[in-house]
């Protein structure tokens, strides 16, 4: 057998592959994916595993004539999670560990190194890291809402090198597979752009969240992060012997030739700005200068409530989204600021505490 070369990966698994009948967890798919985790385990790859169906996995214990409300499914994740939990755990003779998320862990900084370290540290050890949001408290303001995208922040957060995001379907087809019989498989994504978005369409299955958005989302994620990303059948056993011998099963993703560094990365596709600052003129003239920093006279308008060390966007006054950047100052001392630009005492605190974003801390978005 070929010897993967692979230090570390990730692999998402879907909710029709944790409970295909609907009726509690099922070992039909799982008990190959864990012959796999088992395998790469032995080639000396770490392994990463996201894994959804906390909500199928439950579901069966509640009534099925009573409406799937929000409070409903999260009791269903709440007590699906320990039955999942519980399948995974009988298939290995190593042990495993529960990592349950939301978005507002991944989007707060010391939150997020917090959770790097501790993937680390199970990894090292040989624990084998199981993953899942944490449907039960999440909000919608804190979550990710699904797992394709949760993943991808998953394999940034754990510099991973593959992320294979195992589904019910071959892969990425032109059009949905399950609603078109002539839809083609693409094997190879070299770049992803609108052309590529356009040929998602959402979930058909009961369980399934997202459908091929949300995998696409993923993809783009993580290849910016250097990251190869395949979209696979997990329903099928060649699928898994293919991996290991090197070959594509599915539709593989190819990672960006210059990765965006992990700071910038987590800026750009994990936090969430919590404010933004407007400065004046265009993309060249205010975050290519020759200081590539921004100051207090640059800045037009300040909008929403924010401290330091919180993400926030700049925006050009034409209204294009110029950079996402971590605040040096609040909200409040910037409208201070920006209201008396002019001032003495303005020049003095950006003097000693420095510009009101600096150039280390801020990541250049796409012209949009
Ligand atoms: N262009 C496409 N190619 C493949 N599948 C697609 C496409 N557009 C929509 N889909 C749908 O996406 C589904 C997979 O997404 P989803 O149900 O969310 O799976 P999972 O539970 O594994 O995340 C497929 O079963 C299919 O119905
Ligand atoms: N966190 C949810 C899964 C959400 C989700 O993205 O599901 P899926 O589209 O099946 O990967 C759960 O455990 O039920």
């Not at 012959?35 to 392994?47: A, D, H, K, L």
């Not at 929403?304 to 060390?309: L, Q």
Request: overall charge negative; glycine content about 8%; some cysteine.
């Amino acid at each position: 057998m070929q010897k993967l070369n692979w230090r570390r990966i990730v692999l998402k698994v879907g909710s029709a592959l944790i409970a295909p009948d609907q009726d509690g967890c099922r070992s039909r798919y799982l008990l190959t994916i864990a012959q796999f985790i088992v395998r790469c385990r032995s080639q000396g790859i770490e392994v990463i595993l996201v894994s959804s169906g906390s909500v199928a996995a439950g579901a069966h214990l509640f009534p099925a004539t009573q409406e799937r409300t929000v409070k409903m499914k999260k009791a269903m994740a709440a007590a699906g999670q320990t039955e999942m939990m519980a399948m995974w755990d009988r298939f290995f003779d190593f042990p495993s560990a529960q990592i349950l998320l939301t978005h507002g862990d991944l989007r707060d900084r010391e939150r997020y190194q917090s959770i790097r370290e501790t993937v680390f540290t199970l990894l090292e050890h040989g624990v084998l890291p199981i993953m899942n949001e944490n449907d039960t408290v999440t909000t919608d303001d804190l979550k990710v809402g699904d797992n394709d995208n949760l993943s991808a922040m998953v394999a940034a957060a754990a510099d991973a090198d593959a992320l294979m995001i195992f589904s019910d379907v071959d892969g990425l087809y032109d059009k949905n597979p399950n609603l078109h019989d002539d839809a083609v498989l693409l094997p190879e994504i070299k770049s992803i752009d609108e052309s590529i978005y356009a040929m998602a369409g959402c979930a058909t299955s009961a369980v399934g969240t997202g459908g091929m958005k949300t995998k696409i989302e993923a993809a783009e994620k993580a290849t910016s992060h250097g990251i190869v990303t395949y979209i696979i059948n997990g329903f099928k056993e060649q699928t898994f012997t293919q991996l290991l011998e090197g070959k594509n099963p599915g539709t593989i993703f190819l990672p960006y030739e210059k990765p965006m560094q992990e700071a910038v990365h987590w800026m750009t596709h994990t936090a969430n700005e919590q404010g933004e600052v407007v400065v004046e003129g265009s993309y060249d003239e205010s975050l290519e200068g020759e200081t590539g920093c921004i100051r207090g006279d640059e800045i037009v308008a300040v909008h929403g409530e924010f401290a330091v060390g919180d993400t926030i966007l700049v925006r050009s006054n034409d209204g294009t989204r110029l950079a996402k950047a971590t605040a040096n100052y609040s909200s409040c001392l910037l409208n201070f600021i920006a209201d008396n630009e002019q001032s003495e005492f303005s020049d003095k605190m950006q003097d000693s505490i420095g510009p009101v974003i600096s150039e280390k801390d801020i990541a250049l978005l796409e012209k949009s």
